[in-house]
């Protein structure tokens, strides 16, 4: 039996009220979800943590040593701290949610009569869900219309194979998965071939996905590297630190007389000590910075799909393009007809000559009526235009079969049971190679026919071949349809040339890339002499009127690894390419040490996108399966938008590089000053617990909210791609980070001195001249590392609007702790004259200002080179 005609032209689905009210009712369409994080729970993660826990057991020690008020201020930090921590992880847990909402899987309903698409949690029971190949299948729901629609149930069945299905006007409920020719499709499937419109019957939980659904709640996320390397550095700083507390505990307590006084203050140096070294504050800067980067990306047209893509795009060496929609506009239009001799070019007002009229009536029937291709779509309106009104217009035919485009043939037929005509008619369409072969075209005719299409591909148009073919089916004996497109008799019929203008943003971007180090590759299914002049259009370097500049599918064919590894450094263009050579391109370039970006919309790019370091698929015309397989989601197709993702991720590391070295510098002092007492009799503790929590008022939004708003350096598009082997902790890093911290470190020891010569030998006098000292110098260092080429007086002309909330804050608070009695007398500090105060200002300034000194001295250049690794 037939399948019944797919044609949800008549159908009007569910009104838009309705849906709402379902949606209401129903609840979303999605699979069943852990508890999202509240304010509760990630309070409790907080107090969880072992800086938390550090400073309640010193609240506590404060308490057992009498020391009430101390124990007050300081577990009133300690909520404070929470408070930030807590609004942090909030920011980030929303920007999680508004991803998960932008990354729901899409799907093509009928509403109203009007064909819209939404985001699959959207969809209700009793919506009209339209199905093409590549789509995955929203909801559970029953088939009203199909042709030839085949679907992948593995993912509930583990069938290996795809099954066919039919479609059914009176089912109302899914059965049970598996089986062929039946009317159900379940949500999670996959369409593999055809087109169908399914009415929804079952959505989210009440899926058969959704009753199994809970069981994907307990799988983990892989870490990503960054992720791991801090891991292992925090672990490893974790071990020193409470060794270090250890010893701290021991020596302290020994040295000063072992007395139980002696050993309550020898525990408060150990945690300070532990405090000083326990490096929390890089899992809040990765967790804010990716989360808070994935949805900065999502504002330039970009989805994350996978984390580990925003690492990986500093490092992109090459970008493999499409042509189709993300270099050009994909808004094609049909320029030109060749028919025989004769040539019509489409000019507004022109009448389309009779002997064209076979031409783009075949080429319309071998076009689907529900159009989302382009060139399809192009087609058609000039059918439209020309032909609506004539015997060539064919709304009431009714499509039988198609035969689909495959790696072997770049042509796909329709057949049609033609109103008045006893056989069937059959149209197609493809690569004017592929038609010439499939015609038996002769040597002159076939010569004739290259030479027009190479005229027309240069001029840059997309040439197809159109071709009929009649096929006899008489009323008693129906003749059974070949397997093969290759068993009709075809007729050529000429050529059609269409234009698809290059979008005006995409020459610039090209050189934005070359100029960053990134080879960009355009690989297309088009002529070459297409392809060529596209590539001089947009400032690929494809010599013109040279063959040497563009690699074809066949050419690629008939190669094997070794050779395309030798010869891929050479060529920017591959035309006449089929998706699944995709996969050797990205494998070819990957051998070379490549880091590979690719883009792809269909079913057959998924290898290829998975295979990539960066699998980019477009969102507007991809497939689900395409999106499923890549790290990287084109909401808008457009080429600058990967560019725009590349510079943001470039930033991203950046900017995660410069906390990570501000958060290690300014721990250096504190760990100075929280062991050099311990190995001085003489000298009292220069911090105690609370004023290292006063410092991590500043640390904590510093390196997370302030660096993560910073902007981008300057040159960030003008260096090279960053080594994909190079760690966040690199020599580079380390070596000015130590450096940074020490110099602060000697600064501040030196203001400590300053203090017996300015009179003023008081232990709470010389802990002031410690303390503002510190507190200054960490304004200081939070003012260089803002950039590590640009020097402070610059960069204050590049907004940042944390960054005068923690300036203004900090010098506020200190002010307060310094000039209020109480607050003095709980900080154990002494009031400091403004002279005191200018010397700790200079002494903090000062110790960053080599830093300054080696920028101007290095010029505009990203990093100070005694620092670089050979090759970085």
Known sequence: ???????????????????????????????????????????????????????????????????????????????????????????????????????????????????????????????????????????????????????????????????????????????????????????????????????????????????????????????????????????????????????????????????????????????????????????????????????????????????????????????????????????????????????????????????????????????????????????????????????????????????????????????????????????????????????????????????????????????LGVARALWPQGTLSPAPLPGRQQDFAFEFLGLVGLEDPIRPTVPATIQECHTAGIRVIMITGDHPATARSIAGQIGLRAPQGEDTGVLTGPELEAMNDEELARRIPDVDVFARVVPEQKLRLVNALKANGEIVAMTGDGVNDAPALKAAHIGIAMGGRGTDVAREASALILLDDDFSSIVNAIRLGRRIYDNIKKAAGYTLAIHVPIAGLSIVPVFFADLPLMLLPVHIVFLELIIDPACSLLFEAEGAEKDIMRRPPRRPDEGLFNTRVLGISLLQGGFVLAAVLLMFRMADVLGQPQENSRRSFVFATLVLANLALIMTNRSWSRTIVAMFKEPNAVLWWILGGATAMLGLVLHVPLLRSLLHLHSLRPLDLGLCLLAGVASVGWFEAYKLLRGNRHLPRPFLKKGS
């Not at 037939?2 to 699979?31: C, K, W, Y």
């Not at 994080?37 to 609240?59: A, D, H, K, N, Y």
């Not at 795809?162 to 039946?182: C, F, I, L």
């Not at 804010?288 to 925003?310: D, E």
């Open 1 to 463: 039996m037939e399948p019944t005609p797919f044609d949800p032209a008549r159908a009007t689905g569910l009104s838009e009220a309705e849906a709402v009210h379902r949606q209401r009712i129903e609840g979303f369409n999605e699979m069943p979800q852990g508890a999202r994080r509240g304010v509760t729970s990630i309070t409790l993660e907080v107090m969880r943590e072992p800086m938390f826990l550090l400073l309640v057991g010193c609240g506590s020690l404060y308490l057992l040593m009498g020391e009430l008020s101390d124990a007050l201020l300081l577990l009133g930090f300690v909520f404070v701290v929470m408070g930030i921590t807590v609004i942090q992880e909030r920011r980030t847990e929303r920007a999680l949610e508004a991803l998960r909402d932008l990354s729901s899987p899409r799907a093509l309903v009928i509403r109203d009569g009007q064909q819209r698409r939404i985001a699959g949690r959207e969809v209700v029971r009793g919506d009209l869900v339209l199905l093409g190949e590549g789509d995955r299948v929203p909801a559970d729901a029953v088939l009203r219309h199909a042709l030839n629609l085949f679907a992948d149930e593995s993912l509930l069945t583990g069938e290996s194979l795809p099954v066919r299905k039919s479609s059914s006007r009176t089912v109302t409920e899914a059965g049970q998965p598996g089986g062929g020719d039946r009317p159900e499709v379940f949500s999670g499937s996959l369409v593999t071939g055809g087109q169908g419109l399914a009415e929804v019957v079952a959505t989210g939980a009440r899926t058969e996905l959704g009753k199994i659904g809970k069981a994907l709640q307990s799988i983990e996320p892989a870490k990503t590297p960054l992720q791991s390397e801090t891991g292992r550095v925090v672990r490893r700083l974790t071990a020193l630190g409470l060794a270090l507390c250890a010893v701290v505990i021991a020596a302290y307590g020994l040295t000063r007389g072992n007395t139980p006084q002696s050993w309550g203050q020898a525990v408060l140096a150990g945690i300070a000590m532990a405090m000083s070294v326990l490096p929390e504050e890089f899992a809040v800067i990765l967790t804010i910075f990716m989360a808070l980067g994935a949805w900065r990306i999502s504002r330039s047209r970009v989805l994350t799909r996978r984390m580990p893509a925003i690492e990986t795009l500093g490092s992109a060496t090459v970008l493999c393009t499409d042509k189709t929609g993300t270099l050009t506009r994909n808004r094609m239009a049909v320029r030109q007809l060749q028919a025989g001799d004769q040539t019509f070019v489409a000019r507004e007002g022109a009448t389309l000559p009779e002997v064209f009229h076979a031409l783009l009536e075949y080429g319309v029937l071998a076009s689907k009526k529900e159009i989302f291709d382009p060139m399809e779509r192009a087609l058609r309106q000039l059918g439209d235009d020309h032909l609506r009104q004539t015997e060539h217009w064919h709304e009431q035919w009714e499509m039988v079969r198609d035969y689909p485009v495959s790696p072997e043939l770049l042509a796909l037929s329709h057949v049609w049971r033609a109103t008045g005509k006893e056989g069937l008619v059959v149209a197609t369409k493809g690569a004017p190679e592929a038609i010439a072969k499939l015609c038996h075209l002769d040597a002159r005719r076939t010569a004739a026919m290259t030479a027009q299409v190479d005229a027309m591909a240069g001029e840059g148009l997309r040439v």
